[in-house]
């Protein structure tokens, strides 16, 4: 069981490449999001999705979009990265609202 | 909006000493979760322990307890018996029973030998 799964682990970038982190999970988890964790800021919501073709705003979603065609997978793109996106992205899902949410490794992002 | 505080940047504690890290937070709904993560310098985020605010017993997993305060909003995280591989990063997080994951800003805890 592989649980949470992130590629890639580390990118560089320039500004405005765009790119898309992926995000799978084989818990058949409803639930999943994407937070962006920033050094004295905690983890952030971008993006969040309560079920295969539904998806809404977290607290931070400019400058990304998601889209959630299958039960497993959460991608999300980044269109025009630019420097402020620099940050480690962290993909979760949970079997509901209610359950404990597990997260991915991470992915390091690097936007020059 | 619900807000969560970690007042406590950094805390440390001596191995085998017990350690506790504060943790606050503001809302108006009755039916809510808390949580604590640890995270490691691999940046894995990792389920610590869990709190359902309907239950009035503390959650216990093993070495480390909360004591969760409904009336002052106060869910703080006791760690017995330090070890070293405790030393992380540690969030609280909360989430309604209808909305989204909200963490607080971390505490930093080192352990020394």
């Known amino acids: 069981n592989a649980g949470v799964t992130q590629t890639p682990k580390f990118q560089v970038l320039k500004t405005g490449q765009s790119m898309t982190l992926q995000c799978a999970q084989d818990m058949n988890h409803e639930y999943m999001s994407w937070y962006r964790q920033d050094p004295g800021m905690g983890l952030r919501l971008i993006h969040y999705?309560?079920?295969?073709?539904?998806?809404d705003q977290g607290e931070v979603p400019n400058g990304y979009n998601v889209s959630r065609s299958t039960t497993e997978d959460f991608p999300l793109r980044l269109l025009s990265a630019a420097p402020s996106q620099t940050s480690v992205y962290f993909c979760?899902?949970?079997?509901?609202?209610?359950?404990?949410?597990?997260f991915g490794p991470g992915t390091r992002l690097l936007v020059l | 909006a619900q807000t969560v505080t970690q007042s406590q940047p950094e805390m440390s504690v001596q191995e085998a000493e017990t350690v506790t890290l504060s943790c606050t937070y503001d809302t108006s709904e009755s039916d809510y979760y808390l949580f604590w993560y640890k995270q490691p310098p691999s940046r894995q985020m990792i389920l610590v322990i869990r709190?359902?605010?309907?239950?009035?017993q503390n959650a216990t997993e093993n070495r480390f307890s909360v004591n969760f305060q409904k009336a002052a909003k106060s869910f703080s995280l006791k760690i017995s018996d330090s070890q070293l591989g405790d030393a992380a990063m540690y969030f609280c997080?909360?989430?309604?029973?209808?909305?989204?994951?909200?963490f607080g800003t971390g505490t930093r805890l080192q352990v020394f030998p």
């Open positions: 997080a909360y989430r309604s029973a209808t909305d989204k994951l909200i």
């Open positions: 979760a899902s949970s079997g509901g609202l209610k359950e404990t949410q597990y």
């Open positions: 999705s309560v079920g295969a073709g539904i998806t």
């Open positions: 709190q359902e605010a309907y239950k009035q």
